[in-house]
């Protein structure tokens, strides 16, 4: 359960710096210099295998973030509340 946990925490990272980052996965697997498949880095990404440290460590440095980054659940999420909200329409002269 721990292991399964922890490849969905890991895929999901992933994801969210693939996303942060602009990058599909022919992209993330270009900037990895194909050392690793886009296949691969589908199966990392839907949690279906745990890279190891190296690949890791590479990803890290593709996302320019630690490597807690990856690893780690956030542990924090950001409640964003929108307040009211005023349109105003102006006059052209």
Known sequence: MVIWKAMNIIGNNIRTQMKLNGLSLADLADKLENIVSRQ????????????????IEKLSKVFNVHINKLIQAPSDRVKVELGEIRYFKFRSY
């Open 40 to 55: 691969a880095l589908h199966r990392y990404v839907k949690g279906e295998v745990i890279p190891d440290n190296v690949m």
